[in-house]
């Protein structure tokens, strides 16, 4: 190989070096996008906008905290809806949505990092409660609760459960603890966190019949040097349990 040609090439070498650098420098910063999701990501004014210091939740304070300990800058902002962020995520190169399952479809469209938390379907009775399930099928002897539209109520309902379906799932915590319904099925942590505003805790999960896990989402043309220092951010504050506390802190 000549002299001049191994020149170019290292040339080229340097100078796509220098560009992926300038991806990650010290000014670039990730917009990441939410929604209204207790107790995951939530608006503190309890409205479809907020901004930075006026959101709360597990993943708000969890994502946040990472960024900071991968040294990457970002803005954080709450909108609606959530079709519109998710696009926003998709089509721009520094944004990010969070949190989102990773579905299969999903997968190539986006870069991840996670899993933040779980976002499971279970039915849960109060702590003093003598039921056990091994299935939804078994359910079927107890007055169940759920909220009304909810997946989870609509998917009780095509198993053969007739599920009591209230307006809001709070409601559900209270009718639990007087002894109106048996059993509740709803999300976790999100039951949890509701009976929690209702002055309710130690509800005790009796079934968990369907399981996912949370992620943010990033945009496939993030560098991966970026999505890789997240990821360390993250697997640290996991091992060191402080995703552990901060969920706790908002469900128990």
């Keep these: 190989m000549s002299k001049r040609v191994m020149l170019l090439l290292l040339s080229i070498g340097l100078l796509c070096s220098g560009l992926a650098r300038a991806q990650v420098s010290e000014d670039y910063t990730v917009v990441l996008m939410t929604e209204n999701f207790p107790p995951y990501n939530m608006a503190t004014n309890g409205k479809n906008y907020a901004r930075e210091e006026n959101l709360n939740g597990i993943a708000v304070e969890v994502v946040g905290e990472m960024f900071k300990r991968a040294g990457i800058k970002y803005n954080m902002t709450l909108r609606f809806p959530w079709e519109r962020i998710y696009k926003l995520a998709l089509d721009n190169p520094n944004y990010g949505v969070f949190v989102t399952a990773r579905l299969p479809e999903r997968e190539k469209l986006f870069k991840w990092v996670g899993p933040i938390g779980p976002d499971d379907w279970v039915m849960l009775a109060k702590a003093d409660s003598s039921i056990t399930l091994n299935s939804l099928e078994e359910a ?32 559900n915590a209270s009718k639990l603890q007087n002894g109106q319904i048996d059993l ?18 130690g509800l005790k999960t009796v079934l968990r019949f369907d399981t996912a896990q949370l992620f943010l989402a990033l945009n496939p043309e993030t ?30």
């Design 140 to 171: 079927k002897q107890y007055r169940v609760g759920a909220y009304k539209g909810d997946a989870i109520a609509e998917h009780l309902a095509k198993q053969g459960l007739e599920p009591d379906a209230v307006f809001r799932d709070q409601e």
């Design 184 to 201: 509740w099925a709803t999300g976790d942590p999100a039951g949890r966190y509701l009976a929690k505003q209702e002055g309710i805790t």
């Design 223 to 252: 560098p991966d040097e970026v999505v890789t220092r997240l990821q360390d951010a993250l697997d640290k504050m996991r091992a060191e349990g402080y995703i552990d506390k901060v969920l706790n802190a908002y469900v128990q």
